[in-house]
């Protein structure tokens, strides 16, 4: 892959994220642990929300990963860890995430 491609699936990534990102932003009122939006809790905190929203208990997030194998650049799958739970969470434009529940409590 030539340094162009790079920058430019890197690019797709980061558009991909940062839109998935604004989708799911006003579902930050609803995290009852977001103490800094703008902090490196911040993908957790809105993933939280989201799923809160839809449903599935997340008593604290602890932390959210992007899963490179499964995401694509226009779908990214997160892993959010809750202290009560474990997710798989797929983010489209639009649409209520897919929410799959992976594990049990930390």
């Known amino acids: 892959m030539t340094r162009t491609e790079r920058a430019v699936q ?16 006003p579902t930050l009122a609803l995290a009852d642990d977001a103490a800094d939006p703008n902090g490196p809790e911040a993908p957790a905190t809105i993933l939280a929300g989201q799923i809160r929203q839809q449903g599935h208990p997340c008593d604290k997030s602890l932390s959210a990963s992007r899963d490179p194998t499964l995401s694509t650049a226009h779908q990214p799958v997160w892993i959010l860890v809750c202290s009560n739970a474990t997710y ?3 983010v489209r434009a639009d649409q209520a995430a897919s929410v799959e529940v992976i594990g049990g409590g930390q």
Do not use: E, M
């Open 10 to 25: 890197n690019n797709s990534i980061a558009a991909g994220l940062l839109g998935a990102l604004l989708v799911l932003a």
């Open 88 to 90: 798989q969470i797929s």
